[in-house]
Nanobody, 123 residues
Framework: QVQLVESGGGLVQAGGSLRLSCAAS????????MGWYRQAPGKQRDLVAA???????NYADSVKGRFTISRDNAKNTVYLQMNSLKPEDTAVYYC?????????????????WGQGTQVTVSS
């Protein structure tokens, strides 16, 4: 079994910072891309940032220059450093990881999701 556990959400004033973490554990052979989505009330879930196993990153236009995604491959963990937070960043943030597992000698990649963590930015 594989699970992703998130931490680091909370309430912050506009202009403040938060750091989200997401650690993967379980029967992991390897991890490819990891990243973060967010979902505000009444809206669809949108990609915030992603990072490949080699460290290449991409960001939503709305967070470029303010958010930084990084990962620690030794710890199977992805981070999201969020600076200059705005009220419109308020959402539930979900991490994901594309994880390769081996079952009966066959390797397959699956996308796993974290449980979600609330980020609230007050004006």
């Amino acid at each position: 079994q594989v699970q992703l556990v998130e931490s680091g959400g909370g309430l912050v004033q506009a202009g403040g910072s938060l750091r989200l973490s997401c650690a993967a554990s379980g029967s992991i052979f390897s991890i490819n891309a990891m990243g973060w989505y967010r979902q505000a009330p009444g809206k669809q879930r949108d990609l915030v940032a992603a990072i490949t196993s080699g460290g290449s990153t991409n960001y939503a236009d709305s967070v470029k220059g303010r958010f930084t995604i990084s990962r620690d491959n030794a710890k199977n963990t992805v981070y999201l450093q969020m600076n200059s937070l705005k009220p419109e960043d308020t959402a539930v943030y979900y991490c994901y990881a594309n994880i390769v597992v081996v079952t009966s000698g066959v390797s397959r990649e699956y996308r796993y999701w974290g449980q979600g963590t609330q980020v609230t930015v007050s004006s």
